[in-house]
């Protein structure tokens, strides 16, 4: 009983670990071990204008608080509007993994700035659990969760009469690029979508990526970091133990394993192991959503991301937009930054940039 205890708590270990990884506020710092990262490249459908942002004092906007229900939660936030006439298009702001109040835990500010100058009304909330906001994720489906309450704040906007619409957008960092795609297909009022180190891969994948950058970071060799990835992989998404066995096996074999990912490995025996159920968000991947995505998206990421593979997810946005047909998109990874950037200059003129090609379209 005490092995099957162990296992099980481990299980729940890593299904928590698999449901925050793709949150982390992780600096911009350089890895500490060099590692091979192929930078890839704008890639544009549509042209997209030169940035002709300007020096001008921030925007002072008008707040307006809105609270609204969301099944079992209750969710507060800031509507802020450029100035007192409109209607406005708008921009929903979404917020990574772990508490967040309105405010952003990220610096949310320089992009607020961007969008208000740009003329467009900004959506903030505080995540149930922070701020003025109440409920609780159910812990396996999180990512379903925010994607049914990111939906009805959708509507929310739909239905004021000061918001154009016709014209509301998302912007989400880190988790939110699982979150965003997910409520794409819960509302059609989505106009276009801004992707900032967001995976293109399923929630696994992309933790077990971050275990792979741990080993690197810690002094394995790349080797040893692909079978990381690779073993791991095979570990969680087994659906039969001789599966499961097999994957453990080989990651039990990697050099200084536990310390170099902070936790302690251990085969369990058939009887104690059970696989994970297919139907938890952990499974879902954007992708699957992406392909049949073809409103205007711009997606970012950072070249030194030690949380969600940068080359991994350009290629895949890359390969889901095309297959999507989609006509207006922008795939950039921007050089010599992580995980979030968004104080980065390069990326506030790229932004600002994207959205005046918006207007452009729009006239």
């Known amino acids: 009983m005490k092995r099957r205890s162990t296992f099980i708590t481990l299980l729940s270990l890593l299904l928590t670990l698999v449901m925050t990884s793709c949150g982390s506020t992780v600096t911009e710092a350089t890895p500490t071990t060099e590692v091979s990262v192929e930078v890839v490249t704008a890639t544009t459908v549509a ?34 509007f450029p100035a007192d006439d409109g209607p406005y298009p708008a921009i929903i702001m979404v917020h990574g993994d772990g508490p967040a109040t309105r405010h952003g835990a990220v610096n949310f500010n320089p ?7 740009n003329g467009y009304a900004v959506f903030s909330w505080d995540k149930p659990g922070s701020g003025a906001s109440t409920g609780k994720f159910a812990e396996e489906y999180t990512l379903t969760n925010r994607a049914a309450i990111l939906a009805d704040g959708i509507n929310v906007l739909v239905e004021h009469p000061n918001i154009d619409s016709s014209r509301i957008g998302l912007w989400g960092i880190s988790q939110a690029g699982w979150v965003m795609p997910l409520a794409l297909e819960l509302t059609e009022d989505v106009a276009f979508m801004i992707v900032l180190s967001g995976g293109g ?8 990526y971050r275990f792979g950058q741990m080993v690197l970071s810690a002094g394995g060799t790349a080797e040893h970091a692909a079978l990381v990835e690779q073993s791991l992989s095979q570990v969680l998404k087994a659906t039969s133990y001789a ?5 453990m096996e080989i990651l039990l074999e990697i050099p200084h394993i536990d310390a170099r990912t902070g936790i302690d490995w251990d085969l369990a ?4 192991w059970v696989p994970w159920p297919r139907d938890i968000d952990a499974f879902l991947d954007p992708m699957d959503i992406i392909e049949h995505t073809t409103i205007p998206v711009l997606v970012l990421f950072g070249e ?3 949380d969600v593979d940068p080359v991994q997810g350009a290629e895949a ?5 095309q297959k999507a047909g989609n006509q207006d998109y922008q795939i950039e990874v921007l050089s010599a930054t992580g995980h979030v950037f968004v104080t980065l200059p390069k990326y506030l003129e790229t932004l600002e940039a994207w959205l005046q090609h918006l207007s452009q379209q729009k006239n």
């Open 47 to 80: 042209p997209v204008a030169t940035s002709t942002m300007k020096a001008t004092e921030p925007v002072q906007p008008i707040v307006e608080e809105i609270r609204f229900r969301s099944g079992n939660f209750t969710i507060v936030g800031d509507l802020r």
């Open 269 to 272: 025996e058939e009887d104690e």
């Open 304 to 306: 030194f991301d030690r």
């Open 111 to 117: 992009t607020i700035e961007v969008f208000q100058r």
């Open 201 to 208: 891969e399923d929630s696994i994948e992309q933790m077990v």
């Open 243 to 247: 599966e499961y066995h097999e994957g």
């Open 317 to 321: 946005y890359e390969a889901a937009l």
